[in-house]
């Protein structure tokens, strides 16, 4: 069956630095999808990507992160300056076609821990 | 804005139990999914069972189905036959489909699971 593939599945970072994560969605699917999970906390809705551009985003997602799919296979989340807060689990979800429900995917997280 | 309330934070049942886990929503939309991951210690999402707006007949899968009252904005889980695997948080969950994009989904707080043996 189909994954969605993040890596890495754990990142200790330094306060004040830039981190990378990188997701490889399913081929086939269009949309592509960041999540959050503070330990303990519901998951919550950071950003959609669709036809190579923002189609939405949450309050979450200030001008501190950015998405890019650099190469047609990758979709990579980039928080440019760490905060302390931005400890969590991040998850990255893609789905199917616009018109017909092909199946929401995630991936299984990438724990950020930021000290 | 959409809200996904679960009111049980924390529930148990015996093994070969049947349970239920209480989901409700608030939209204005018409058009919509609603769906249940699994969360277990390895913290990966698993989608567990989802349920289109539009369609009357509950959902199941397997062990898993739904009681999808539309009128009244609920949406529960019910677990036959429970097994220790079970044991999770359970998050409810509801996307819009209005326009028949795909948007993001909202998440309940969710419900910890633990299935005694």
């Known amino acids: 069956e189909p994954e969605v593939t993040q890596t890495p599945s754990h990142q200790v970072t330094q306060m004040g630095q830039e981190v990378i994560l990188r997701c490889v969605p399913i081929?086939?699917?269009?949309?592509f999808y960041w999540y959050r999970q503070i330990l303990g906390q519901k998951v919550e809705f950071l950003v959609s990507?669709?036809?190579?551009?923002?189609?939405?985003k949450s309050e979450i997602f200030d001008d501190q992160f950015s998405v890019e799919r650099p190469d047609g296979s990758n979709f990579t989340l980039k928080i440019r300056s760490t905060k302390l807060e931005d400890s969590a689990m991040y998850f990255c979800?893609?789905?199917?076609?616009?018109?017909?429900?092909?199946?929401?995917?995630f991936g299984s997280g990438t724990r950020l821990t930021v000290v | 804005a959409q809200t996904v309330t679960q009111s049980q934070p924390e529930m148990s049942v015996q093994e070969a139990e049947t349970v239920t886990l209480s989901c409700t929503y608030d939209?204005?939309?018409?058009?919509?999914?609603l769906f249940w991951y699994k969360q277990p210690p390895s913290r990966q999402m698993i989608l567990v069972i989802r349920?289109?707006?539009?369609?009357?007949q509950n959902a199941t899968e397997n062990r898993f189905s739904v009681n999808f009252q539309k009128a009244a904005k609920s949406f529960s889980l019910k677990i036959s036959d429970s097994q220790l695997g079970d044991t999770a948080m359970y998050f409810c969950?509801?996307?819009?489909?209005?326009?028949?994009?795909?948007?993001?989904?909202?998440f309940g707080k969710g419900t910890k699971l633990s299935v005694k043996p």
């Open positions: 081929s086939n699917h269009l949309y």
């Open positions: 969950a509801f996307m819009n489909r209005a326009g028949g994009s795909q948007g993001n989904l909202i």
């Open positions: 990507f669709y036809n190579n551009e923002i189609s939405e």
């Open positions: 939209t204005s939309e018409n058009n919509y999914y």
């Open positions: 349920q289109e707006a539009y369609k009357q």
């Open positions: 979800a893609s789905s199917g076609g616009t018109l017909t429900y092909y199946g929401y995917t």
